[in-house]
């Protein structure tokens, strides 16, 4: 298997060739939203020379538009590990989708009834539910998190489930401070209950495999533009769960949960991104001894592959940027610092340095050409339960796999000069 070739994979990300004073730039800025590689580019182009036509058309660019959206919903059927194509949905993005489900899944719940939420996720996962159940008579639970490694509690969460639970939601990672939470575990103890679970995994699907058939949830969405693709999202929902919800659609629609209109250009991109990894799995991945896809679609043994290559190499940055940062004084890193922990923690690590403001650190690094977040990126909650929501939030380095050594050692650098 060859090794993992970061530059080669660089050449294919136009973006990345941008200068800032006769400087790359260094983008650090993933977890909010990746660079995309040309075919990305060329296919959404592309789209609007060769296909763009609404759908269910007799004629060719209708048929093809048509063609492309199946095609698009098995790429991400096999992404995620689902079943068939038609248990994803697309959307504008994680929070639409979510707000949108939502509604439906309020529309089965009652007063006395409970949701549980926990403190370590993004605010679409926490305050949708919160204002479905406002609006219901619904009981929300919030579970805590461990504050020395920003990990979520798992006692506290045992303790919130009862026999009134209808809904656990929960992220994959933390898109704060890059925790990742043993979902499957999550799912199982809240079925036990006759809980639904939604998983948000908008910030663990750039940097590994995902298989929800394996976790059992029975809802997980993720977004397109933070795994190299352009601004859509995706709602994977078990078949028989989505049919036994109520939709709201109008009468006409052709999908009880796609409503309206497609951005059919992102869903062309969407699928370009999908191919892209795929590649990643061809030249860089054990597309044979695929975990967890023996039995898989080809597609999916290579999307598995790609994306068990980029975890290995993005663990192995994730060390060098923490040990970087541990050795400069002043810094608090939040979240995983224990090596042998770091299976259960993706490369989004945040930061506060003393007596230095996030957004004067994010402009310093800015004028430098190290595009990095600052704030507390909608984990609201969480930012807030940290102490740092007074004091502008934290400091985010994000890194995905097209990040090098040589960025992680010069943004280190540029870190110890801030004070």
Not at 82 to 102: D, P, R, V
């Amino acid at each position: 298997m060859p090794a993992f070739d970061v530059d080669a994979l660089r050449a294919e990300f136009p973006a990345l060739a941008r200068e800032q004073n006769g400087r790359p730039v260094a983008f650090l800025d993933g977890p909010g939203g990746t660079q995309v590689p040309q075919r990305v580019i060329d296919t959404v182009s592309g789209y609007f020379r060769e296909m763009n036509a609404n759908a269910g058309g007799a004629f060719r660019t209708s048929e093809l538009n048509d063609a492309m959206v199946d095609e698009a919903h098995a790429a991400v059927a096999d992404f995620l590990g689902a079943a068939s194509a038609s248990e994803i949905k697309f959307g504008y993005n994680m929070s639409t989708l979510t707000l949108h489900i939502g509604r439906s899944i309020g529309a089965t719940l009652k007063a006395g009834d409970e949701i549980v939420v926990t403190t370590l996720d993004h605010e679409a996962n926490v305050s949708t539910w919160r204002a479905m159940a406002a609006d219901r008579g619904v009981t929300v639970q919030t579970v805590d998190i461990h504050e020395d490694d920003v990990t979520l509690d798992l006692e506290d969460l045992e303790s919130k489930l009862g026999p009134r639970t209808r809904l656990v939601a929960v992220g994959y990672a933390s898109n704060a401070v890059g925790s990742v939470n043993p979902v499957r575990e999550i799912v199982a103890r809240a079925h036990e209950v006759g809980a639904l679970t939604y998983v948000d995994a908008v910030a663990y699907a750039p940097h590994g495999p995902i298989d929800v058939q394996a976790l059992d949830t029975d809802f997980l969405v993720c977004s397109a533009y933070k795994w190299f693709g352009p601004h859509l999202g995706a709602l994977y929902g078990k078949a028989d769960v989505f049919d036994r919800l109520p939709a709201y659609k109008v009468r006409a629609a052709h999908d009880r949960f796609e409503t309206g209109t497609a951005a059919f250009e992102a869903i062309a991109g969407t699928l370009a991104a999908t191919d892209y990894l795929r590649d990643v799995g061809r030249s860089f991945g054990d597309v044979s001894g695929a975990a967890g896809a023996a039995n898989a679609s080809e597609r999916r043994r290579e999307l598995v592959a790609g994306m068990t290559a980029i975890a290995a190499y993005e663990r192995d940055l994730v060390i060098r940027l923490i040990d970087g940062l541990e050795a400069i004084a002043g810094v608090t890193i939040h979240g995983i610092t224990d090596r042998a922990a770091f299976a259960s923690r993706v490369p989004t690590v945040s930061v506060s340095i003393d007596g230095v403001h996030p957004r004067a650190a994010a402009e310093a690094l800015g004028r430098q050409g190290i595009y990095v977040w600052d704030g507390d990126f909608y984990a609201t909650g969480l930012i807030e339960r940290l102490g740092r929501a007074e004091t502008g939030g934290v400091l985010r380095l994000g890194l995905v796999h097209y990040n090098t050594t040589a960025e992680v050692d010069r943004t280190l650098e540029a870190l110890a000069r801030l004070h």
